[in-house]
């Protein structure tokens, strides 16, 4: 079956302008995780929803950096007034199918990413 | 908290000889470990995962991981490296609430025909 999808793939701002950056979660997966993951890095954690709610946005940098899931399945990561630091490819994953509350030990399936470069 | 330390930034084999990829872990409880490999404009693909049943943990491609809890560690291991084999590689560790992983630093492993 399909994956999880994002797009754009590659996406690059001049600094100081607004991108948003979309994920399609696998269908009926009621998690949705966003990561950034600097060159040479793992992935850290941003943001975590539960269906539509979110759940935990502490690893939001900043407050230019928005989430949101409104019909529990696309999301969409907003970033305001980018700055260079933001560089960095930008991870969904999606994961328990049905399940609902904390769940443990389930995997996480990320999508391909969205490369973004501040100019 | 919860981290991971991946004790090998590269890894340079040649092909058919052992992979070993170290990779410990601090937890302040029993936590689900994950290793997860990352090719080159891939998305990052699970190999296996340990969730305190089997501490020997077998996954695709041939790869298996040991969990040891004296001493935190959860290396990852095949016997004999493919060319396929070269990526980038991770060690991660769940939330205690499963609400977020824990990414190592990533491991490059690089194989020699």
């Known amino acids: 079956g399909a994956g999880v999808s994002q797009s754009p793939r590659y996406k690059v701002a001049k600094r100081g302008q607004d991108v948003a950056l979309r994920c399609d979660p696998i269908s009926g997966h009621v998690s949705l995780f966003w990561y950034q993951q600097a060159l040479g890095q793992g992935p850290e954690f941003l943001t975590y929803?539960?269906?539509?709610?979110?759940?935990?946005k502490s690893g939001l940098p900043s407050d230019r950096f928005f989430a949101e899931r409104p019909e529990g399945s696309v999301s969409t990561l907003k970033i305001q007034r980018t700055q260079q630091e933001d560089s960095a490819v930008y991870l969904c994953?999606?994961?328990?199918?049905?399940?609902?509350?904390?769940?443990?030990?389930?995997?996480?399936?990320f999508g391909p990413g969205t490369r973004l470069t501040v100019t | 908290a919860q981290s991971v330390t991946q004790l090998d930034s590269h890894v340079s084999v040649s092909e058919g000889t052992p992979v070993l990829l170290r990779c410990n872990y601090s937890s302040s409880y029993s936590p689900s470990l994950f290793w997860y490999v990352q090719h080159p404009n891939k998305g990052l693909q699970l190999l296996l995962k340990?969730?305190?049943?089997?501490?020997l943990v077998k996954g695709i491609n041939g790869f298996e991981a040991e969990f040891k809890k004296s001493e935190t560690s959860f290396h990852l291991t095949k016997p004999s490296a493919h060319m396929s084999d070269a990526a980038e590689y991770f060690c991660?560790?769940?939330?205690?609430?499963?609400?977020?992983?824990?990414f190592g630093t990533g491991t490059s492993l690089t194989v020699i025909p």
């Open positions: 991660v560790v769940e939330s205690n609430t499963g609400n977020q992983f824990y």
């Open positions: 929803f539960q269906n539509e709610a979110q759940l935990d």
């Open positions: 340990y969730t305190s049943a089997a501490t």
């Open positions: 994953a999606s994961s328990s199918p049905g399940a609902q509350g904390f769940v443990l030990g389930y995997e996480q399936y």
